[in-house]
């Protein structure tokens, strides 16, 4: 199945404690369906001094589902994507404006 949210997407959080942040996709995990948006979902990591790092808490972003994100479109409103063929190859449309992403 192709993947409607990719790498260097800009979304919007859908639900959860980080309702209505934006950010951009940084990693995404199709097998699981989560993906790793920038400023989003940030955890406090604690962690232990060594030789190389600085130990304390360090904030990382954790995974978030891909069903509680949607994409922004050119509008800067959520949209959701759906696929279109043009000239042999399947792209990537904005439900809500019809605009190739």
């Known amino acids: 199945m ?3 949210l990719k790498k260097g997407d800009k979304v919007v ?5 980080d309702k209505g ?3 951009e996709i940084s990693s995404v995990n199709p097998s699981a369906g989560k993906a ?8 406090i990591r604690h962690t232990k ?5 600085q130990g304390g ?3 990382q972003p954790m995974p978030i589902q891909l069903s509680n994100l949607a994409l922004l ?5 959520a949209t959701r994507v759906g696929f ?9 449309v904005a439900k809500t404006t019809g605009d190739v992403i």
């Open 36 to 43: 790793i948006v920038d400023g989003v979902n940030i955890a």
């Open 13 to 17: 959080v859908l639900t959860g404690k």
């Open 57 to 59: 808490r360090i904030p």
């Open 73 to 77: 479109d050119a509008n800067g409103k």
């Open 2 to 4: 192709a993947a409607k």
């Open 84 to 92: 279109k063929i043009e000239d042999g190859k399947k792209v990537r």
């Open 21 to 23: 942040k934006q950010g």
């Open 49 to 53: 001094q060594s030789q190389s790092n």
